[in-house]
């Protein structure tokens, strides 16, 4: 029996790569006692408690080792950057041509915004899967996490930074997609 | 003394423990021994983001052990105290018996 999928997932990108090997070791440890001593149901929810508890300090732990700030700094050039840009892009060109003004938020503009951050994104994936191996970073999989949240949430800062609002579809298709292809692409490049 | 010197009420207790534990001091096993001794539910991100700062304070060293298959492959960070720590314990265990003395407890009255 193993302990919550999605309670490790949190605890794999909250926590930095060597914490996250460690912590997910001792509490995969405890998890085993409070099992035996209180039954299955008591035990899942015990370890996604405890996760959920302690997300803020292992936060603040991978912030003070400035391992985070360097990750939320990769995701924000290679995703918020480019989608600015292409934001103002539009934006600039639209503005030179008579009564097209605002039309840079038309759909078939935004969906090509869209593939365009969503291909950087997957960049950003590989690039990490060659940049931390597994033979070199046991915990590449809690960098591709953390990279990937970044992500999701430097594309939001990006839209609301943006010049003008965007669409609520929009939105969550860039927030859900975004952290989909890095990490699809990290697993590729992973697995091969 | 400086501040970072002194010890926080958590950071004692995590250095007791880690003291009381001696070879098999290790994150899982810090957090049990406060919890049971002291009846506070502590997490494993307090502990550890604890065992960090004292680490880099110079009052416990840190290694880390070869992967077990009950933790699930995973490795182990234990600690022990150093000399410095041992010290910063001694003049924390003075400082508070300096305090505490001449005063019969337990305590009753106090402002309402």
Redesign the interface.
Known sequence: MKPPLLAQALLMAVAGPC?A??????????F?IVREARGRAAARRWYAW?VA??????L??RV?SGELTHVVLIASLGVAVPLLLLDWLWQFVYSQIPLKDGLHRAPEFLVFNALCVCACAAVLGAWAAWKWPASKW?GSKSRALALAFAAAIAVLVALWAGAASAPAAYVVTLALAVPASALLTFALRKSR | MSKGETLGEFEHLTLLAVFRLGEDAYGMRVRREIAERTKRDVTIGAVYSTLDRLAAKGLLKSALSDPTPERGGRAKRSFRVTGLGIASLNRARQQLGSMLEGIAFPLSGGAR
Request: charged share 35%; no cysteine.
């Open positions: 914490e090997e460690y912590v997910a070791g001792d509490l995969e440890e405890e085993a405890q508890r302690s997300a803020g300090a292992l603040q732990l003070r046991p």
